[in-house]
């Protein structure tokens, strides 16, 4: 573990927190006993993050209001972000995972990573309190938060919207084109997004691309997606 904590830039007084947001739940599955995993630490994690990012984000981005801010740290803390930085301090090669998750890629798997980066950060917090985990976010997210003072970070709408989607159910959302108006040289295409007959959202583009693109920030800019969301995640837990 010393090489991972010199990775992350903490080390541990209490190296069992860092063991533990390290155990991935199948070890306990596989076992077929009780056995302690990083899922708490994880719901912890969470909230670690998005607190520190608020507060690196409210002293850097001293123009943006609350809506440029609320979206950078979405963006910031999204699934694939996070898995792209525990893959770059080699965090899979860490966990502690059954072998029939590690047989089906687990160690790579973006949920996975991102879970167990969250638990790291909670892990963090318990161990030393919250200037280290303040600390830590700064030194995790350091590159993009550069990246964010040259102008706003790329966007991936439809991507957003697929994996908020599939946290709670394998069908994808569905994306049709409607409508397309004026010359070859000067089309406009009217997408819409529905997932499971329920219509998300809609919109224009000159490609049909650009029209699925703005359907899909539509679907998550609607208040509707959030309830959609949480009845299948009600239904996912019966």
Known sequence: MSALEQVIGHTFRNPALLQLALTHGSVGYENQRPQADNQRLEFLGDAVLQLALSHLLYTQQ?????GVLTKARAQLVSTKALARQARQMSLGAFLIMGRGEEAN?????DSALADALEAVA?????????????????HLFSTDLLALE?????????????EQIQAVSPIPPQYLIISEEGPDHSKSFLSTVSWKGTLLGQGTGRSK???????????????VLAEVLRTACERLSE
């Open 105 to 109: 890629g687990g160690r790579d798997r």
């Open 150 to 162: 040259r102008g706003p970070l790329e966007r991936n709408p439809k991507g957003d919207l697929q």
């Open 62 to 66: 001293e123009e943006a209001d609350e």
């Open 122 to 138: 909670g892990a963090i917090y318990l161990d030393a309190g919250s200037e280290a985990a303040l600390a830590f976010a700064t």
């Open 209 to 223: 691309k650009e029209a699925e693109t703005r359907a899909a920030q539509a679907a998550l800019d609607n208040p």
